[in-house]
């Protein structure tokens, strides 16, 4: 059984920093980008950051670059996201995503507010 289990997410102040775990399993991990997404009420699903197979290779969304970091430990199938310097504009629910050319995995996702 495919499973992907955020956790990590929070209420934190502007400024500050949270990381975000991605848990998988039920699938060969290694073989699969590995990213994340996010959902702002009222707003389409975007993407934040993803990372391949190997972990050399990152990628990164405008609006993010200089203060998020995408990471993953291959050896616990896990995937890390940590965010520093969070904004009000980063508020929104976080979830993980498993791709490769056959095959696309959703977690369930992680709410983050970032408010005063």
């Known amino acids: 059984q495919v499973q992907l289990v955020e956790s990590g997410g929070g209420l934190v102040q502007p400024g500050g920093s949270l990381r975000l775990s991605c848990a998988a399993s039920g699938f060969t991990f290694t073989i699969y980008t590995m990213s994340w997404y996010r959902q702002a009420p009222g707003k389409e699903r975007e993407l934040v950051a993803f990372?391949?197979?190997?972990?050399?290779?990152?990628n990164y969304a405008d609006s993010v670059k200089g203060r998020f970091t995408i990471s993953r430990d291959n050896a616990k199938n896990t995937v890390y996201l940590q965010m520093n310097s969070l904004k009000p504009e980063d508020t929104a629910v976080y979830y993980c995503n498993a791709k490769n050319s056959y095959n696309a995995y959703w977690g369930q996702g992680t709410q983050v507010t970032v408010s005063t």
């Open positions: 990372i391949r197979p190997g972990g050399s290779s990152t």
